[in-house]
């Protein structure tokens, strides 16, 4: 076998079984590899955002890496975003770049660069498989490395030689280290200090905010102390029957009013909240003045026991308080806005179904309603690079082919990333895009008067607008082969959405909001 | 004034008027200042890879540096391949990537990310301006290295509250380093070297392939000597009245058996040759075996001057041939291909077009009819990152508004930076768009068998074929604004063609080819 052979058996033999690929020539081994190795499902990706994207959502949704394959520096390159984005949701992904064979490096061909230096910042672990006997080591190194705790991006450059050239090591086993608890003790203090404050806060973050975890989390709720997540998180439960503590504000100074008078913040998978953007003479730390903190578990430990302990200690009932299901009725009508298309929305939405969000501004309008609905899953924009919400939405349906996949998008978000419309197609995904169409970047026309740079100008209103020319979403999706429909109404987008829940398969909305 | 309007106001007093932006609310201080600095273009790119690949053709064209504006870390990632093929293609840039406020940067805020370490490796020059008093000063730096000589990427970090923050520093001029002629002793001794060699060639590349440049070495070609180019040049003129010098071929071995017998390679603008990708068993570095290489100009030095020189030493000729004016004839009939496209375009281009070309497999059989087309420019895709053909017509079309803009496509390579065809409806840009539609990586069809990996099985063709779901190509124009042809035959294609470069302003053409 050669190396290629071996960088996909250890894959498979370490439960690393999807692939999402634009693969160049410097790749073609590890795609001709793939014929011989079945249980890699293999997904292209027309543009490597889409495919970090897509891992960063099968990574979110299986608790387990995909790898990515992209096109040695450049093709990386373009998969940075996401891979920002990946890097702040903690998502385990081993991306292969493929290189030129390494006696071609010194050469600086036209494709050549500085791979590690592109992949460091967004990667926990950066290695080269410089000859065909180490890539099944480095693979597994590199998945183990992608699980963390906490989990992130190990990225294996994978020179051609490395690829083509034979190897006997045909495969290793990662080592896959598991989350601490945190001491005893340490629970016991957290407790201690809890008791002693006036006003606390717990604040969750990660994997303190999946299921199991919020399970614990309600048993402090129930206890009396507020819970809080961070803003933006990577995977969370909602919806009926799920504990639904309140979220971090996304501006500083909502923030800080909400939490005014709290003296404790009890951090539990996250840090100290900090505020998305400065703003002249805005703070940037979201903890009051005077309030302490103290970390129950770090985003390395595991957040379930430590929620577990500090409830038990607490002498917290067993359970807490959970979400009732209320779906809105009647249907909504008039005009149709994000709040009216949330409670089609809420009032459609599958059990199981998976949201990704990358609504912008027209979030808040859906999630609303979206907490008495039926449970489902929120996967957010946790870095704050636009473009993941139908990348994630590819990801998520390749890892839960079983679910309803509903991703929520800006229109100018969708653009970044509209190649995944196609790879939802391809893949006949059971997924549903819905994009807000305001032709505008419409956080950025809140933003500029709150950075103090008042309101734009022509030239200004040149770099916020998107409505000239109107992007036709319908024409876009259905050019990518997706059915596709555009609501101008609520009535038109209950029909649409409740329609798209009720099928299997891709759908396209576009929710022409004012 | 305040940080933001002392780097527009520098840029302007330096000529640098041109900026592609694709803001977020870091850069809002920026976008408000374009307000207020009117001899700035703002142009408005749906995503980074799109302003970064328009700033690239707007530098090839103008010869001076266009800036772009990026959204911190994964703004500037999004933009990283087209970056990658502008440094290939020595084209100076000036990127203002925005940045958290200087105190804000602690907190590790969700876009937080190593700007620095993205930005280096296709950058000759990264600064972080961490006071608006330090704005006019260090944008005057990074417009002086972005002109090198060689030219390429300059990349100004800018921190909002540099942005926001009041200073006096209003402006300041750039140190513009001109190209120096190399000594009369080194030409003497390449044109002894030239004398003494039995069969050599002079291979040029970057600004030795410009107008000036080529004048200068059909004088040597007029004297017997044989003259090649790279094989992918930044910016060339062909046809009519134009020197046409012989390219290195692509693929190494044919490359190594055009040159069989060369015994020596003087270098101008350009460096020895190498393979654009590694294969087993084949050589690297294409200069044969035996070969001397010399450098007559290196990248820094004046070619025209160095090839002017060399002519005169040599005794050759005050000027050499040139091209015929041969437009084909009769009109392509019968199936479209890139053969028959090809005449079309060579039929029908106007003095002075510029052809953005990103066609891979398709590009061949455009470029042998057009060699005696009416003169016109050709910017190649320099770095190997597919992706650029679209946004190179953007910067194109906003630098020379007075010429026709081609851009050439594979239908693989249009799909990543698909956002610009936007940006030419929004710009309103004289610019035809060409999208060769085979439904296929075909590049990837041929260079799998030359890597040895055999023939594509079931997974490896679906990392290869885009044509289930087929892409419809009129749609996706028509989606973003620009009128928009299929054409399924060369009679179609002479019609569409003939018919958007006898008007103004922009058009699609999809051509389906088989």
């Given at each position: 076998m050669n190396g290629a052979d071996a960088l996909l058996e250890t894959f498979v033999d370490n439960d690393v079984t999807a692939c999402f690929a634009n693969p160049g020539t410097s790749e073609m081994q590890f795609v001709a590899a793939l014929d011989r190795q079945p249980k890699m499902r293999p997904v292209l990706c027309l543009f490597e955002g889409v495919a970090t994207g897509a891992a960063d959502g099968y990574g979110r949704m299986a608790d387990k890496p995909a790898c990515t394959l992209l096109h040695l520096g450049p093709g990386y390159g373009n998969g940075v975003a996401n891979l920002h984005n990946a890097r702040r949701a903690f998502t385990p992904i081993v991306n292969v770049i493929g290189d030129h064979a390494t006696y071609h490096?010194?050469?600086?061909?036209?494709?050549?660069?500085?791979?590690?230096a592109l992949a460091r910042p967004n990667s926990l672990w950066v290695k080269s498989a410089d000859r065909a006997d180490d890539v099944a080591?480095?693979?597994?190194?590199?998945?183990?490395?992608a699980y963390g705790p906490p989990a992130g991006c190990a990225s294996l450059i994978l020179p051609a030689d490395s690829a083509w050239n034979e190897t006997s090591r045909r495969t290793a086993k990662a080592t896959i280290p598991a989350r601490v608890a945190p001491a005893g003790e340490a629970v016991d203090a957290v407790a201690r200090a809890l008791k002693a404050a006036k006003k606390p806060v717990v604040l969750l973050g990660g994997q303190a905010c999946r299921a199991e975890a919020l399970a614990q989390a309600a048993r402090l709720a129930a206890h009396g102390i507020r819970v809080m997540t961070d803003t933006f998180v990577a995977r969370q439960p909602r919806?009926?029957?799920?504990?639904?503590?309140?979220?971090m504000q996304y501006f500083g100074e909502a923030a800080l009013a909400d939490l005014e008078g709290v003296d404790l913040m009890v951090l539990t998978g996250t840090v100290a909240p900090v505020a998305f953007f400065a703003y002249p003479g805005r703070p940037s730390l979201l903890v009051p003045e005077g309030c302490a903190t103290v970390t129950l578990a770090t985003r390395q430990e595991d957040s379930v026991a430590a929620l577990a302990a500090l409830a038990d200690a607490l002498g917290a009932p067993a359970s807490g308080p959970v979400q009732p299901l209320k779906r809105p009725d009647p249907a909504p009508a008039g005009m149709l806005t994000p709040q009216s298309a949330g409670v089609a929305i809420a009032r459609h939405l599958p059990e199981g179904a998976i949201i990704c969000d990358d609504s912008v501004t027209s979030g808040g309008g859906v999630a609303v309603p979206c907490m008495t609905a039926v449970p489902h899953e929120v996967l957010a924009l946790t870095g704050g690079a636009i473009g993941i919400g139908a990348p994630l939405a590819v990801g998520a349906g390749v890892a839960a082919p079983d679910r309803k996949i509903v991703a929520l998008c800006g229109d100018g978000a969708a653009m970044y990333t509209v190649q995944a419309l196609w790879s939802i197609a391809r893949e006949n995904l059971d997924c549903t895009v819905v994009v807000f169409a305001n032709h505008s970047y419409r956080i950025l026309n809140i933003e500029?008067?709150?950075?103090?740079?008042?309101?734009?100008g022509p030239s200004a209103s040149?770099?916020?607008?998107l409505g000239a020319p109107k992007i036709d979403w319908v024409a876009m999706a259905k050019a990518q082969g997706l059915p596709a429909v555009r609501c101008e109404t609520a009535e038109d987008f209950e029909r649409a959405f409740g329609g798209a829940m009720a099928q299997t398969g891709p759908m396209f909305i576009?929710?022409?909001i004012p």
């Open positions: 490096r010194q050469y600086d061909a036209p494709l050549n660069s500085d791979i590690p080591g480095l693979a597994a190194e590199a998945i183990g490395a919806g009926a029957g799920v504990f639904a503590p309140g979220r500029m008067g709150r950075t103090g740079s008042g309101n734009p040149k770099l916020l607008d576009e929710a022409a």
